[in-house]
C-alpha cells in the first residue's frame, strides 16, 4: 500500500509500459474538466443577460405606464379646452345641427 502511493506521487504510472493508457484517460478527464468550465461561463453570461433584460423590461413597463397616462391626461376635454383658449378658440354655445340632404 505505501509502496503503490509512493509510485502515484513519484509519477511512476506515467512512464511505466501501459502509460498510455493512464495518458489517454488524463487528457479525456482534462477535456472534460474544460467542456465543464466552458459550459459553466456559458450558463453564467446568460443569467446576466436575462438580468439585464428583466431590468429593461421593468423600466420599459413603467415608461409605457407613464407615456400613457400623460396621453389620458392630454386626451381629457378640459385640457384640450384651455389649450385651445390659449389660441382663441373656445367651445360653441350652440349644438351642432345636422344636415339631411335628401336626392330627388
Known sequence: ???????????????????????????????????????????????HEIADLSNDVKELKSEYVD?????????????IISSMERRGLKPSETPPQKIIITKE
Do not use: P, T
Not at 509519477?11 to 459550459?39: E, Y
Not at 407615456?67 to 385640457?79: C, D, G
Open 67 to 79: 407615456v400613457r397616462m400623460q396621453l389620458m391626461q392630454s386626451k381629457m376635454e378640459s385640457k
Open 1 to 47: 500500500m505505501k509502496k503503490n502511493f509512493y509510485n502515484i506521487v513519484k509519477g511512476k504510472f506515467l512512464v511505466s509500459d501501459d502509460a498510455l493508457k493512464n495518458w489517454r484517460f488524463i487528457i479525456f478527464l482534462s477535456l472534460l474538466a474544460l467542456i465543464m468550465i466552458g459550459s459553466s461561463h456559458s450558463a453564467d453570461k446568460k443569467v
